[in-house]
């Protein structure tokens, strides 16, 4: 293949602008923000989980204090009615007397029970409470940690997106002084290889960083100045520049 020295020459600025453009692309792929969103998204998954089962909790509770305070409400007005009829005075037998006062004694330890039952279903309500309410403050905090990230992200993807503008509008400049079949190799080489051409630098080629043997700069030294050259050892594009020690 040949090609101008100088179309040659703008092989190594057009590198350079993709090396530019991949670290670019590196650099919004791995946003620290990114990072931290992604572990913010996954803790706020866990905290709707965690809330949803806190709250079935409270629900449950709920039920079970009604029925509770249901069942020391049935024991009291038992109790109650039982008084009533000792205190009128209607129990006339004195076995009734004894059976009604034991009743209303066994109804008082029973009420006396049920409402402990009330007062510890209570505490746990309140405990469930606390927690449902620390947790829906972890998830508003990490609601608007996430927004705060998001919107930082944003700033600094734009910015990327900028330069990458910018960067790319150099390249296809830069492209264009590149004939098409010599762009075309390079590009084949550069989506194999990542690096297209490199410079050969006192007779070490950049892209595999090795030097070349004797008869490699030999022939190299031999070819026409159009004429494009490759690295044997990985093949990629050889772009000859006054320091390339031949």
Do not use: W
């Not at 996954?42 to 069942?71: G, M, N, P, Y």
């Not at 007397?97 to 066994?106: D, K, W």
């Not at 705060?148 to 734009?158: P, S, W």
């Not at 690295?231 to 000859?240: A, G, Y």
């Amino acid at each position: 293949m040949k090609a101008a020295p100088e179309a040659q020459q703008r092989l190594l600025d057009l590198q350079e602008l993709d090396a530019a453009l991949d670290r670019l692309a590196h650099r919004r792929r791995t946003l620290p923000e990114l990072a931290e969103m992604d572990r913010l998204e996954a803790r706020l998954a866990d905290l709707r989980d965690v809330v949803v089962s806190a709250e079935t909790d409270i629900a449950d509770l709920d039920r079970e204090q009604s029925k509770a305070e249901q069942d020391v409400d049935q024991v009291r007005l038992r109790a109650d009615r039982d008084q009533k009829r000792l205190d009128s005075g209607q129990v006339s037998s004195a076995k009734d007397l004894e059976n009604l006062q034991s009743e209303i004694a066994s109804l008082q330890r029973r009420q006396s029970v049920l409402e402990e039952v009330v007062l510890e279903i209570m505490e746990r309500h309140e405990t469930a409470d606390g927690r449902l309410a620390g947790l829906v403050e972890e998830r508003a905090a990490a609601q608007a940690q996430l927004t705060v990230l998001g919107e930082r992200r944003d700033t600094a993807a734009k910015g990327i997106d900028d330069e990458t503008g910018a960067t790319s509008a150099a390249r296809t400049a830069v492209a264009k002084d590149v004939p098409d079949d010599l762009l075309a190799l390079y590009e084949k080489l550069r989506g194999q290889f990542g690096v297209g051409a490199a410079a050969l630098l006192r007779g070490r080629c950049q892209g595999c960083h090795l030097a070349l043997n004797t008869t490699d700069l030999n022939r190299i030294r031999a070819a026409a100045a159009d004429e494009v050259v490759r690295c044997e050892e990985c093949r990629r594009i050889l772009v000859r520049t006054p320091e390339s020690g031949l």
